[in-house]
């Protein structure tokens, strides 16, 4: 079954605001990860926060993870042009010895220039 | 570091052929994934190997696919006879760790079956 689920399921703003992506999952992680992938490309590491951190910054990313709402925010600021892509959350039970890295469906996001 | 790299980029074939996809993961990661997304729907964890064998397989879809590492460096996905339903982007990823370290993506193999 699914573990994480964006949302929304896409997203479009003006060049220069902020864009906020959330994530809910189902089961105890061991951490959640962020990735983007741009139309025919392979996913690209954006973040990884470990299930004891409760946020993290790249950049102008900026992630917040809330283990007791199963829950995780990424926050993009000062959008561009060049961030219009699909953002993918993962997560990787706590059950397993290692990452099981399973993926939400994406929210697809356009900026407008 | 060259990254993950995926042969082919494409491959169109037609229903109960074979067709075989082959990764390359980053040199040194042991950690190997395969996933795919078909019909735009999410990414599905298919396998995940430590250096050569088979640490979960649990999202092989049946008996069709056959994943191999042979001595520990590059995997190859095999697929044989197809089905039209295989149709989708099949992607591999590698990771140094295995906890707690990011996937590295290759482009995919965009697989089409007739």
């Known amino acids: 079954s699914q573990q994480g689920e964006e949302d929304p399921q896409a997203l479009s703003i003006q060049e220069g605001e902020n864009a906020t992506m959330n994530c809910s999952y189902k089961?105890?992680?061991?951490?959640l990860q962020w990735y983007r992938q741009n139309s025919g490309r392979g996913l690209v590491h954006l973040i990884l926060i470990r299930s004891n951190e409760r946020e993290k910054h790249s950049g102008r990313l900026r992630v917040t993870l809330d283990t007791s709402k199963k829950s995780s925010s990424l926050l993009i600021t000062a959008s561009r042009a060049a961030d219009t892509a699909s953002y993918f959350c993962?997560?990787?039970?706590?059950?397993?010895?290692?990452?099981?890295?399973?993926f939400g469906p994406g929210t697809s996001l356009s900026v407008i220039p | 570091e060259a990254g993950v790299t995926q042969f082919p980029s494409h491959s169109v074939i037609e229903k109960g052929q074979t067709v075989t996809l082959r990764c390359d993961p980053i040199?040194?990661?042991?950690?190997l994934y395969w996933y795919r997304r078909v019909m735009g729907k999410e990414i599905k964890f298919l396998l995940h190997?430590?250096?050569?064998?088979?640490?979960?397989e649990s999202g092989m879809p049946n008996n069709r696919f056959l994943a191999e590492r042979t001595g520990g460096t590059y995997s190859t996905l095999k697929v044989q006879p197809a089905e039209l339903e295989d149709s989708g982007v099949y992607f591999c990823?590698?990771?140094?760790?295995?906890?707690?370290?990011?996937?590295?993506f290759g482009n995919g193999t965009r697989l089409t079956v007739t």
């Open positions: 993962a997560t990787s039970p706590m059950k397993t010895s290692y990452d099981k890295v399973i």
């Open positions: 040199s040194g990661h042991d950690n």
């Open positions: 190997f430590v250096k050569e064998s088979k640490q979960d």
């Open positions: 089961t105890s992680i061991n951490n």
């Open positions: 990823a590698s990771s140094l760790e295995v906890r707690n370290s990011p996937l590295h």
